[in-house]
């Protein structure tokens, strides 16, 4: 499992509730959540982004509240993966248990720009540039995280 796509690059501390507004919150619905991601940093986001995307965060993303849509919004707007340079531990956790890998590397982060094409290997933890030509090391994900992000989510992967 290789995840590969253009790059959509976020700064520092992006929040929860930058990535899905408060006001979208009365829903847990992924669809409809995806429908609004981003949509108060980048109002564009959530038109222009294709399934594979990756997003690209500075420190400290998805810091803020502890709910589990931030993550979910992500997921469901079709982004495989996101790449920052440092996470919120919740955000962390959450991200894994709905399914949504996350790589932290500060240099990878640091050196993309949107538009970047970059590919991430949660196995050999190596991400890469494609469009610079730079390969990046973060630690590989254990096999058990692998197989909770393979089934979809922690739920999931219990139920199997």
Same mark, same amino acid.
Request: glycine share 10%; aromatic share 6%; with cysteine.
């Given at each position: 499992?290789?995840?590969?796509?253009?790059?959509?690059?976020?700064?520092?501390?992006?929040?929860?509730?930058?990535?899905?507004p408060a006001r979208?919150?009365?829903?847990?619905?992924?669809?409809?959540?995806?429908?609004?991601?981003?949509?108060?940093?980048?109002?564009? %986001? /959530?038109?222009?982004?294709?399934?594979?995307? *990756?997003?690209? &965060?500075?420190?400290? !993303?998805? $810091?803020?509240?502890?709910?589990?849509?931030?993550?979910l919004a992500i997921?469901?707007?079709?982004?495989s993966c996101v790449?920052?340079?440092? %996470? /919120?531990?919740?955000?962390?956790?959450?991200? *894994?248990?709905? &399914?949504?890998?996350? !790589?932290? $590397?500060?240099?990878?982060?640091?050196?993309?720009?949107?538009?970047?094409?970059?590919?991430?290997?949660?196995?050999?933890?190596?991400?890469?540039?494609?469009?610079?030509?730079?390969?990046?090391?973060?630690?590989?994900?254990?096999?058990?995280?692998?197989?909770?992000?393979?089934?979809?989510?922690?739920?999931?992967?219990?139920?199997?």
């Amino acid at each position: 499992m290789k995840f590969e796509g253009k790059a959509h690059k976020f700064g520092d501390n992006v929040d929860t509730d930058v990535i899905i507004p408060a006001r979208y919150l009365n829903t847990s619905d992924g669809k409809e959540l995806a429908l609004h991601c981003m949509e108060d940093i980048d109002p564009k %986001f /959530a038109a222009e982004v294709k399934a594979g995307d *990756i997003i690209v &965060g500075g420190e400290n !993303f998805g $810091c803020g509240s502890s709910r589990e849509h931030a993550p979910l919004a992500i997921k469901s707007c079709g982004v495989s993966c996101v790449v920052a340079a440092s %996470f /919120a531990r919740i955000f962390y956790r959450n991200s *894994i248990n709905i &399914g949504l890998p996350i !790589f932290e $590397c500060r240099q990878a982060a640091s050196d993309a720009k949107s538009g970047d094409v970059l590919r991430a290997d949660p196995t050999s933890g190596i991400i890469e540039n494609l469009t610079r030509g730079k390969k990046y090391s973060t630690a590989p994900f254990p096999k058990e995280i692998r197989d909770i992000i393979e089934s979809g989510g922690l739920m999931k992967s219990v139920k199997k």
